[in-house]
């Protein structure tokens, strides 16, 4: 997984603009990967998810891009609202049906400018 | 569906005192739950997988005796700080995984929070 910093890296845009939020992994043998949403104060919210034989999926305002080639997921939000402001985290899960331990990237917080 | 509760919410306690986290799956039973920790502006560690009927399991690092995890059932774990410091201040969050063909694999539902202050 990736290393926990002290620092969230910070994305902020204007109300109404896409956001996109990266996130690379380092395990080659992950084969799912969800994003989160951490409200302050709050436990981490599912957003949407991927398995490691696709590389989109769309939900309601949001995007999941994986590229395996160079371990890369993007989360993109269409339309954002202030209510998207929050940390968003990226994590990854490995192969097999056992495997239920996640691993979370450093996160990204991400405001929304009114 | 998938709702996870937290209990409490914030806790405040003196050095040397144990205070007890409940975690509850609200809708659904869950043989696996997992306790993590995360301080302030940074991403969440796991620290042990909680096994209904069985012991938990720590991740390196982390005091078994220290934190001691009981799964007594299929809809609750509880995590005990014990003879709690300063040190141990921090957010705990613990998530839980609805049984096998009840959703997406891995999927996992987290409670609130909670928020540890030890003076």
């Known amino acids: 997984g990736e290393s926990v910093g002290l620092h969230l890296p910070t994305l902020s845009v204007q109300e109404g603009d896409n956001s996109i939020i990266n996130c690379a992994y380092s395990?080659?043998?992950?084969?799912?990967f969800i994003w989160y949403k951490q409200e302050s104060g709050k436990g981490p919210q599912f957003i949407i998810d991927?398995?490691?034989?696709?590389d989109k999926r769309q939900g309601q305002r949001v995007t999941v891009l994986l590229n395996k080639t160079v371990k890369h997921l993007s989360l993109q939000i269409a339309a954002t609202q202030p209510g998207d402001s929050a940390v968003y985290f990226c994590?990854?899960?490995?192969?097999?049906?056992?495997?239920?331990?996640?691993?979370f990237g450093k996160g990204t917080k991400l405001s929304v400018i009114p | 569906g998938a709702v996870v509760s937290q209990h409490p919410s914030w806790v405040i306690c003196k050095s040397g005192t144990s205070v007890k986290i409940e975690c509850r799956s609200l809708?659904?039973?869950?043989?696996?739950m997992f306790w993590y920790r995360q301080f302030p502006k940074q991403s969440l560690m796991l620290m042990a997988t909680?096994?209904?009927?069985?012991?938990?399991?720590?991740e390196q690092g982390v005091e078994k005796d220290k934190f001691l995890i009981n799964h007594a059932s299929l809809t609750l774990s509880t995590l005990t700080v014990t003879s709690a410091h300063p040190e141990d201040s921090s957010f705990y969050i613990c998530?839980?995984?609805?049984?096998?063909?009840?959703?997406?694999?891995?999927?996992?539902?987290f409670g609130a929070g909670t928020r540890l202050s030890v003076l």
């Open positions: 998530s839980a995984i609805p049984p096998q063909g009840e959703g997406p694999k891995n999927i996992q539902y």
């Open positions: 395990n080659s043998a992950s084969d799912y």
């Open positions: 991927i398995r490691s034989n696709m």
């Open positions: 994590a990854e899960t490995g192969a097999g049906a056992g495997s239920y331990q996640l691993t």
């Open positions: 809708d659904f039973q869950a043989t696996t």
């Open positions: 909680s096994n209904e009927g069985s012991k938990a399991t720590y």
